[in-house]
């Protein structure tokens, strides 16, 4: 198990684009993907629970990958929100 701490800093936080492109990259990797923000534990491979969850700009989250390519999917998730979602 791996794992991140980091800020939202996107704008617009995970809304439905980010959401998406988010679910997107981290699903190409055998692991599961689980982010921890707003005292909820979130499915980062599922759009709705992501976009339910209002992870806001400025929330506090963790990202935690755990399975066979939990580097390569924490690197590419977290390099996907440091990016402000491909827009920085």
């Known amino acids: 198990m791996v794992s ?3 800020t939202v800093t996107n704008p ?3 809304h ?4 998406s492109l988010f679910v997107s990259e ?4 055998d692991c599961s ?6 005292d909820k534990e979130i499915d980062g491979k599922s759009v709705l629970l992501l976009i339910a969850a209002g992870l806001k700009c400025g ?3 963790e990202v935690v990958c755990d399975g066979p390519e939990e580097k390569e999917a ?3 998730g977290v390099k996907l929100i440091e990016s402000e979602f491909g827009t920085k």
């Open 4 to 6: 991140k701490k980091l």
């Open 12 to 14: 617009l936080g995970f």
């Open 16 to 19: 439905l684009r980010e959401s």
């Open 26 to 29: 981290v699903s190409k990797y």
């Open 33 to 38: 993907v689980t982010i921890h923000g707003n």
């Open 59 to 61: 929330t506090e989250i």
């Open 74 to 76: 924490l690197e590419a």
